[in-house]
């Protein structure tokens, strides 16, 4: 898996449309609030030129590209910490996501109701913030308890759990953005092992329609919507759900012409992959042979046994070396072969850290 990403919002914001969009995950779509009552999933592959090109250099019987879940819940509304509405009681299912998006909406539509009575995305994202804050500060406030009697045995461990949790409940009672030292590796890991919404990474996919969508860049909401968000250092990122829908339903050459005609450089999905891989300091290495040319992804910084180990866990335990070269490189050269006759392969040890873009083989014994 490559990465997931949750979708959080208000309802009728064009949620389930989005990710029927992105994905074509036939989730239902009504315009009434709370048409998602179970969580949608959707898996989809991440488009990589790069994928292709070694399949046809290398003559891959098959092409494995990396992948991203989608997770589509119920919307949120105010007052949905409190039981109001269904959104809250899903939230549990995007605890464990690698992002979030959190969809406001920016189209006209007078048949499509918003919750609210109003277009207004700036308010739509603070809703959503305080929501999920009051929601991360009870899940705190029930664990800090149990945090401070087992703190009590004086054990350094429970003692800077129970410290970590309330000064992480402090801060969200004061209606802010939590921080937390993450030079600490042991509070790190507490962090991370909380899945706390307020600290995920977060960026906005803000569902335009078309008008929106092509004048986004002067559209006065979306200017405010945009300073609003880097206040609380989060990037927006127009979609047109609808526009995307078509683009769907074409076959690849015509939806190219399509998006030619109207302007658009890249498909809301590769936009919102793009911006995760960003947020989350993401990079893709290749393996490519005979068999298959597969994309695998990795943080940024992935010493190289670490980046083996995703292909399976005995290339990290047995790691010996990793051979690899540049997509650059292998492209001129015109295949692994060639490459390696041109000098241009390397040989790695542990302490290599893997490069976007590398294409490897792993030596290894167990």
Avoid at 267 to 295: C, K, N, Q, W
Wanted: contains cysteine; proline residues 5%.
């Amino acid at each position: 898996m490559s990465f997931s990403c949750g979708f959080v919002g208000l309802p009728n914001v064009g949620k389930s449309t989005l990710f029927n969009a992105l994905c074509r995950g036939g989730a239902e779509a009504a315009n009434f609030p709370f048409c998602t009552i179970e969580p949608n999933t959707g898996i989809v592959p991440v488009p990589d030129e790069r994928l292709q090109v070694l399949s046809d250099l290398e003559h891959s019987g098959r092409i494995v590209p990396s992948t991203l879940k989608f997770i589509d819940i119920a919307g949120l509304v105010k007052g949905a910490s409190q039981g109001q509405g269904l959104g809250n009681q899903f939230l549990g299912h995007i605890r464990g996501v690698d992002a979030i998006a959190h969809v406001v909406r920016l189209f006209q539509d007078p048949d499509v109701v918003h919750v609210e009575g109003t277009i207004d995305p700036v308010g739509d994202l603070e809703t959503i913030l305080t929501e999920l804050m009051l929601a991360d500060l009870e899940m705190l406030e029930k664990r800090r308890d149990k945090a401070h009697k087992l703190a009590r045995s004086n054990d350094p461990d429970a003692k800077l759990e129970y410290e970590t949790i309330r000064d992480l409940a402090d801060q969200l009672a004061e209606g802010k953005t939590p921080v937390y030292d993450k030079e600490n590796p042991k509070v790190v890991e507490l962090v991370r092992s909380l899945g706390l919404l307020t600290v995920m990474p977060a960026f906005v996919c803000a569902n335009t329609d078309e008008e929106c969508f092509r004048n986004f860049d002067t559209d006065p909401r979306a200017a405010r919507l945009k300073e609003f968000a880097a206040e609380h250092h989060m990037e927006v990122v127009p979609v047109c759900a609808k526009l995307e829908e078509e683009l769907g339903q074409l076959e690849p050459d015509e939806a190219a012409m399509f998006m030619e005609e109207l302007g658009i450089a890249e498909t809301g999905l590769t936009r919102v992959i793009h911006t995760g891989y960003r947020l989350l300091d993401y990079i893709t290495f290749f393996t490519a042979g005979p068999m298959e040319s597969r994309a695998w992804t990795v943080t940024r910084g992935t010493p190289a046994p670490q980046a083996a180990g995703k292909i399976h866990t005995d290339l990290c335990r047995g790691f010996i070396r990793m051979e690899t070269v540049s997509y650059e490189d292998l492209v001129a050269a015109g295949g692994w072969a060639k490459a390696q006759a041109a000098g241009k392969l390397r040989i790695e040890g542990k302490e290599y850290l893997i490069q976007d873009g590398d294409v490897i083989h792993v030596r290894f014994s167990v």
